[in-house]
């Protein structure tokens, strides 16, 4: 059994940056892939970040490119999300999950381990 503990999020102005962290248990941590998603209200839950098990291949959704990077620390058994330039679009509670695989996957079904979810709110 995994857990995972999102921490980080919070309340910060347009043009902020935040840095999300996840906290995982367990042994398959270092061996599986990590992803950020993220879910607005009233929206579906959708695809923000994931990095390969070893640290080498990350992947983004468009709207984030550029403005926010996914890292991981296996010694720590912690995966981060640090988000720059914030827009008022970016408001949603952001959720970690571990991956059944070691490679990239943006699909939230091949996700089997999740958080309990950090809110962030960006306002303008």
């Known amino acids: 059994q995994v857990q995972l503990v999102e921490s980080g999020g919070g309340l910060v102005q347009a043009g902020g940056s935040l840095t999300l962290s996840c906290a995982a248990s367990g042994r398959t941590f270092s061996s599986a892939a990590m992803g950020w998603f993220r879910q607005a209200p009233g929206k579906e839950r959708e695809f923000v970040a994931a990095?390969?098990?070893?640290?080498?291949?990350?992947s983004y959704v468009d709207s984030v490119k550029g403005r926010f990077t996914i890292s991981r620390d296996n010694a720590k058994n912690t995966v981060y999300l640090q988000m720059n330039s914030l827009k008022p679009e970016d408001t949603a509670v952001y959720y970690c999950a571990v991956g059944i695989s070691p490679g990239i996957t943006t699909t939230i079904r091949e996700y089997r381990y999740w958080g309990q979810g950090t809110q962030v709110a960006v306002s303008s």
């Open positions: 990095i390969s098990w070893s640290g080498r291949s990350t």
